[in-house]
Each structure stands twice: as C-alpha cells, then as structure tokens.
C-alpha cells in the first residue's frame, strides 16, 4: 500500500493541506519559484537560509524565526553537498513539502515571507504531461508573485536551448490554459548561474544577452505582463557576491505587507485570491 505522503520532520516543509498552520498576524507574502530540474531554485533557497541564519539583519529586516527549519536545512544540506563536489543525486524531489516560511521584524512590525519551492521535477514532467495536475495547485492557481529560475547556460548550448525551448513552451501553454495568469500579478526573472557565462568569451556574453532578451519578450508576450524585475546571480557562493544579496533583499523587502489576516481564512484557497 502505498504509504501517506506527510511531513516526516518537526518544522519541515509545508504542502497545501497543512500550511495554514504558518500563519499567526499577518498576511504573509508568497513567492512562487518555478523552474526546471537543475535550474538552482533549491540551491538559492538553501543560500538564502544560510544567510540569514549567519547575519541575522538584512537590509532593515531582522531574521527570526521559521515555521519550517527542517525543510531549510534539507536545502541548505543539498547546497552545501554542491560546494563540496559530492557526486550524488541530492535534490528536492516531488515528494517533499515545498513551502517553506521566514518570519521578519522591523521597528516593533512582524513581517512573513512564504517561499514556494516545488521539484524542478514537477514543473518539468509532471504539469507538462498532465494539465489537471497544474489545474489543481491551489498555491500556483492563487499565487500574486511568480518567480521564473533559468539556468543561464540554455542560451548558449545548442542542445540544452532545444530541450528547455520544448519545455518551457509547453509549460507556458499549461500555466495559459490553467488561468494561471488570469489576474493581477508581479512576475520576475532570474537568470541563475550567470557566473558560468561571464567566464565565457564575448560571443557567447553576446549570444546570451541576445537570447536572453528574447526570452524575457516572450514570457512577456504569453503572460500578458511586463517583466517587474530581471536578476542575474550565481547562487551558489554568497561571499563578494553582491548580486545574489541584491536578491535577498528585494525578496524580504516584498513582504511588507499591511494586510491584516483573518484566521478563519484558508489563504491559500481565498486569502490570495482576494
């Protein structure tokens, strides 16, 4: 029999049915990252926790606490396995809890931030083969503000370019055909592992920047919305990386929310969609 997918940890990640436990005061504000397998969403969440947990403060926001440590420190574990060059198959994967929340003080205000953080998995296949399941993420269905990772390397390697065009041609198909994009939202996009390009010589910066371009007009063009924000980072390596944390504090700084919440609210069903 196949066995009750549930949390398995104290304070891990959350999935639909169990993450309106977070909520205490505030409306927290949800980020939805969605990219393919390898693209580095996991590795950024598991960056970000690490900063935070080694400073404390970023920008005027102090860190302090998390419904969902274990679920951090999953992805934190995953991160720095990459930094050691261990040759094993870690990454989220379909089964584990994707919500995961950060809870932030400034001048005596509680702020909340909610990352969705789905297997590249789930995005790649899963939505792509069946649009009922699409149809059914209440979290992505609701969502206000997407996040779009791409590995920056598809723009300059022929095959990769023809695998992720195919997809990602597809998945926006989906997410049209879903309404995803059926009401007001903030979308961003972050063009991850741009360190793998700026090492590279002029006609491949030029390529991707070319490429690139292309690709933000698109995105543009099916979603029906302008691009807010474009990031380039390496998240990875959070040391003299100025960008990454440019980053981080544009995430933290969406948080502040004003909204009150109502605690009979499911607000993943009805709170966001309000």
């Known amino acids: 029999?196949?066995?009750?997918?549930?949390?398995?940890?104290?304070?891990?990640?959350?999935?639909?049915?169990?993450?309106?436990?977070?909520?205490?005061?505030?409306a927290p504000h949800v980020v939805t990252f969605l990219g393919f397998a390898e693209?580095?969403?996991?590795?950024f969440v598991g960056s970000f926790y690490h900063y935070l947990m080694s400073n404390g403060i970023i920008g005027d926001f102090t860190f302090y606490d998390s419904d969902t440590f274990s679920g951090f420190e999953r992805r934190t574990?995953?991160?720095?396995?990459?930094?050691?060059g261990v040759k094993r198959s870690l990454r989220t994967t379909e089964i584990d809890g994707y919500y995961l929340s950060l809870h932030f003080e400034r001048?005596?205000?509680?702020?909340?931030?909610?990352l969705s953080d789905r297997s590249g998995e789930t995005y790649g296949k899963k939505y792509i083969s069946d649009a009922a399941s699409i149809s059914a993420d209440k979290g992505l269905k609701n969502s206000r503000h997407l996040v779009f990772f791409i590995d920056s390397t598809v723009f300059v390697d022929r095959e990769k370019r023809l695998?992720?065009?195919?997809?990602?041609?597809?998945?926006?198909?989906?997410?049209?055909?879903?309404?995803?994009?059926?009401?007001?939202?903030v979308?961003?996009?972050?063009?991850?592992?741009?360190?793998?390009?700026?090492?590279?010589?002029?006609?491949?910066?030029?390529?991707?920047?070319?490429r690139s371009e292309t690709f933000r007009e698109k995105l543009e063009l099916e979603s029906g919305f302008k691009i807010?924000?474009?990031?380039?980072?390496?998240?990875?390596?959070?040391?003299?990386?100025?960008?990454?944390?440019?980053?981080?504090?544009?995430l933290v700084s969406c948080c502040d929310c004003k909204?009150?919440?109502?605690?009979?609210?499911?607000?993943?069903?009805?709170?966001?969609n309000s």
């Open 1 to 26: 029999k196949q066995p009750k997918n549930d949390r398995r940890f104290y304070c891990d990640a959350l999935d639909d049915d169990n993450v309106n436990q977070v909520v205490k005061d505030v």
């Open 39 to 43: 693209f580095g969403k996991s590795t």
């Open 77 to 84: 574990y995953i991160r720095n396995a990459k930094l050691d």
């Open 107 to 114: 001048d005596g205000h509680h702020f909340q931030l909610v």
């Open 163 to 185: 695998n992720f065009n195919s997809l990602f041609n597809k998945f926006l198909s989906r997410m049209k055909s879903s309404e995803i994009f059926k009401k007001e939202m």
């Open 187 to 210: 979308i961003d996009v972050v063009f991850n592992k741009i360190d793998d390009i700026q090492n590279k010589d002029e006609n491949i910066q030029t390529e991707f920047k070319s």
């Open 228 to 250: 807010n924000r474009t990031f380039k980072i390496s998240s990875l390596k959070i040391d003299d990386n100025e960008l990454l944390i440019d980053f981080f504090k544009y």
């Open 259 to 272: 909204k009150t919440y109502n605690p009979k609210v499911d607000w993943v069903a009805e709170l966001l």
